[in-house]
């Protein structure tokens, strides 16, 4: 209530002054009175300001809980509350317009916003199923193509399963609840999983792998981990050295902390680069990255704040130059 005590202080000037004109009135016309007299136009003072300012303080509260009302429901009869309250007239009956139109562009565009990841997932799910059966073609009609053939085949096929599956996953960041599941996961088998997936990619792109996996067992999503992990391996592909590339995984556990790393021997970032690589859309200025998406790094630090995995720049490689980049998870 101080602020209610600030707002009542000329009120309190204005009636104590009052009460010094009376006191001095007495005082002229009957001064054996004075002392009792001047006792009760203090006391009775006092007594109409604490009324006031109780009164004022319980109008204040029911129009915060009206205002509030409204704030959390922006609705009709709460619209009619509050202008009730306040009037119909001014400013507040201007902002509980705009507030409603405000409220009104925000459901529309999380409609539009639903329709659209459902269209998404939608059309993902569809997608699927001829990258599935062309998954099928090739493996039951191997011996019909030649070894060149095949490995062209299974590379493009390859690239467009991580294309889908990139736009499954940013459709469904913004997700309310994300579905998450989690469980003990050994990290070491996750990674070389994701290097053999990636083994036709890698022979087509001429790059050695060289793998130091240590056991290590975490609790977090493994269909996720999986994801992060390619769109790493991916990226360390991409921009490994194009004439001798090198890629190399690692995982290893220090202390309470599990470590996995991913990094190439490519040309590296930029120094004015680094601090927005995890950024939404951003390519960098090294000109082999310009036809990138940018999207890649962007959800991996996404997906990880999401699994409380911390993402990191690798400092230290193994090759005289390159990148890398390691998730660090708790044990």
Not at 7 to 25: G, K, N, Q
Not at 62 to 87: S, Y
Not at 96 to 109: A, H, I
Request: glycine share 4%.
């Amino acid at each position: 209530m101080k602020h209610l005590w600030k707002r009542f202080w000329y009120w309190m000037v204005l009636l104590f002054s009052t009460d010094v004109v009376f006191i001095f009135s007495v005082w002229l016309v009957r001064r054996e009175v004075l002392v009792y007299l001047s006792l009760f136009f203090v006391l009775f003072t006092c007594l109409v300001l604490a009324a006031g300012i109780w009164l004022s303080w319980r109008c204040r509260q029911k129009d915060e809980a009206v205002l509030m009302h409204f704030l959390e429901q922006p609705q009709e009869q709460a619209r009619e509350e509050l202008l009730a309250r306040f009037g119909s007239d001014g400013a507040v009956s201007q902002l509980c317009m705009q507030l409603l139109d405000g409220q009104s562009l925000v459901n529309e565009k999380t409609v539009e916003l639903d329709e659209y990841r459902s269209y998404i997932e939608g059309w993902v799910h569809e997608a699927k199923t001829p990258l599935s059966l062309s998954t099928l073609v090739l493996n039951n009609h191997q011996e019909e193509m030649s070894p060149y053939v095949y490995a062209r085949l299974h590379y493009i096929q390859h690239q467009l399963q991580e294309d889908v599956e990139r736009i499954l996953y940013y459709a469904r960041l913004q997700a309310e609840h994300p579905d998450l599941r989690f469980g003990h996961v050994q990290l070491e088998e996750c990674v070389q999983e994701a290097a053999e997936e990636y083994q036709v990619f890698l022979q087509e792109n001429r790059i050695l792998l060289t793998l130091e996996l240590q056991p290590a067992e975490v609790v977090t999503d493994r269909k996720i981990v999986m994801f992060l992990l390619s769109q790493l391996l991916s990226n360390a592909v991409k921009y490994a050295d194009s004439r001798e590339g090198k890629v190399h995984l690692s995982v290893f556990e220090r202390g309470e902390l599990v470590f996995a790393q991913v990094c190439n021997n490519g040309q590296g970032v930029a120094p004015e680069d680094v601090p927005f690589l995890f950024d939404k859309g951003f390519t960098g200025s090294c000109p082999n990255r310009q036809k990138a998406t940018g999207m890649g790094l962007y959800l991996t630090r996404k997906y990880a704040q999401k699994l409380c995995v911390e993402v990191r720049i690798l400092e230290e490689l193994p090759f005289e130059s390159g990148f890398g980049v390691e998730l660090v998870f708790r044990v």
